[in-house]
């Protein structure tokens, strides 16, 4: 996001605009908890994780009364658009605040689920899945060196981008996401026949949003089907959503925060930027809300990889 941010900051100020950040986001706007912005306000912020604007949910931006404070809050300052990264919550709020004040609100999509539509990559997703692939990388030294089975649960309550993604890239026997049944009886046979041709050790991927229950519960169902088997659980937890974002972050959230100013000199609003085919898009933020991007479960069908 922070590559964003610095993108958006400088290219209003080269097109001689007034640049205003506002921190905790909704929460902040409703609070008038605003800061003037300059070139060198997002000096060496492109390597930092997260955002130096901070992110707060709200609750009172919901209400008819928090949006109204914080659209008084932006006529006091002076603020006539704006830009709103984020994912499904941010987007709703800004589609109904656009409606209500007609305050013209470019979308930039930043969640590391990957899971808005309209654009290929959402902000975040490439340096979560770097990070679970680190992650995968480094366990599986163990699982080799002590011939066992290790569950490695990744971020994904309701879509599994990133589980699919690392556990390609992780060379996983196994993934298991939201948008598939878990079968855990199929599931054993596949280990088991793995471990028939000689393989001592296995990585099986599994986001939290799973049927099965989640890595722990996978777990404790193969030990029930496999009870020789070395079985151990690692929950990566929030250690996708940190650390030093890729290169590819940078340089999308680069182009994303030039486009989403760049769209609103030319008068665009209610709309999200995107990236599709390495070419900037545009849509409007209820289709990013309201339509199903779906995952694409035939990534590995040439591997030998159980998708559940």
Not at 30 to 39: A, K, L, R
Not at 73 to 79: D, E, P, V
Not at 247 to 260: E, M, P, S
Request: with cysteine; charged share 20%; net charge negative.
């Amino acid at each position: 996001m922070n590559a964003c941010v610095r993108a958006a900051v400088r290219t209003g100020l080269n097109n001689g605009l007034q640049i205003s950040g506002i921190w905790r986001g909704y929460e902040g706007m409703i609070d008038g908890d605003f800061m003037d912005m300059n070139s060198r306000s997002v000096s060496n912020i492109i390597q930092r994780g997260g955002t130096i604007l901070k992110s707060a949910r709200s609750k009172v931006f919901k209400t008819p009364e928090g949006r109204q404070k914080a659209f008084d809050q932006l006529q006091k300052r002076g603020i006539d658009a704006l830009v709103a990264i984020g994912g499904d919550g941010t987007f709703t709020g800004a589609t109904v605040f656009q409606e209500e004040f007609n305050v013209p609100i470019v979308g930039v999509p930043g969640t590391i689920d990957n899971d808005l539509y309209g654009t290929d990559f959402t902000l975040g997703f490439d340096t979560a899945v770097s990070n679970v692939v680190d992650a995968i990388d480094k366990i599986r030294d163990t699982a080799a060196s002590h011939d066992r089975v290790f569950f490695i649960e990744v971020m994904g309550r309701d879509t599994g981008f990133i589980g699919l993604a690392a556990g390609i890239a992780g060379g996983a026997e196994a993934i298991l996401l939201p948008e598939t049944p878990t079968d855990i009886q199929r599931l054993a046979d596949e280990l088991a026949k793995g471990a028939k041709k000689g393989k001592t050790s296995s990585i099986v991927i599994v986001a939290e949003g799973d049927d099965g229950g989640g890595a722990f519960e996978v777990a404790k169902g193969i030990r029930g089907l496999l009870p020789d088997y070395d079985t151990r659980v690692s929950v990566l937890g929030h250690t996708q959503r940190g650390g030093t974002p890729t290169w590819n972050d940078r340089v999308l959230g680069t182009r994303l925060g030039t486009g989403a100013v760049n769209a609103l000199l030319a008068g665009h609003s209610g709309t999200m930027v995107g990236l599709i085919g390495n070419q900037l898009t545009s849509i409007p933020l209820k289709a990013a809300i309201d339509q199903k991007k779906e995952l694409n479960l035939r990534m590995a069908e040439h591997l030998e990889c159980l998708i559940l």
